[in-house]
C-alpha cells in the first residue's frame, strides 16, 4: 500500500494504491494525513473507528475521507495510520476502518478544506487497487 502526493492547480491530488480496495483506500486516507501535516509523529494518539456505506465506490472514498476530515474538525485529532476493509453489500458498500488520532496541538497541521469528486478514479490495475482523489486546500 503506497500513496504520491500531486501538484493540482490549487488543489492538492493524492494517487494511491493497494492491493485490495479497503488498502488502496487506506493509503488515500494515508495521503490525505500527509497533506495536512509534512511531520507526523511515530507515536502518540489513541485509535479511533469508523464505519461508512454509500451505494458506490466512489461515494464510499468520498464518505470516508469527509469522515476523517470531520474527526479531525470535531475531535481535533489528525487522522493517521489508517486501516480500512472494504467490502460490497445488497445496499452498495461498507467501508470499517480505523486510524490513530494525533492529537492537533502534538503536529503543525495544514487544512485540508474538503474532498472533491473532480478526476475520482478507482481502477484495478495490474492485479492492484488504484485511487486518485483531489482535495480542496
Given at each position: 500500500m503506497?500513496?504520491?502526493?500531486?501538484?493540482?492547480t490549487a488543489d492538492?491530488?493524492?494517487a494511491a494504491r493497494g492491493g485490495s480496495l479497503g488498502g488502496a483506500f487506506a493509503a488515500v486516507a494515508d495521503g490525505l494525513a500527509a497533506a495536512?501535516?509534512?511531520e507526523i509523529p511515530a507515536e502518540g494518539g489513541e485509535r479511533g473507528e469508523l464505519e461508512v456505506c454509500a451505494g458506490d465506490r466512489e461515494s464510499l472514498l468520498f464518505d470516508y475521507?469527509?469522515?476523517?476530515i470531520y474527526r479531525r474538525d470535531v475531535e481535533s485529532v489528525l487522522p493517521v495510520d489508517h486501516e480500512a476493509r472494504v467490502e460490497r453489500t445488497d445496499e452498495g458498500w461498507?467501508?470499517?476502518g480505523s486510524f490513530r488520532g494525533v492529537?492537533?496541538?502534538?503536529v503543525v497541521a495544514r487544512d485540508v478544506k474538503a474532498v472533491t469528486y473532480s478526476e475520482?478514479?478507482?481502477e484495478?490495475?495490474?492485479g492492484e487497487w488504484t485511487a486518485y482523489v483531489v482535495l480542496d486546500v
Open positions: 503506497s500513496f504520491e502526493l500531486r501538484d493540482h492538492v491530488a493524492v495536512m501535516c509534512d475521507l469527509d469522515e476523517l461498507r467501508l470499517t492529537p492537533l496541538d502534538a475520482m478514479r478507482i484495478r490495475e495490474d
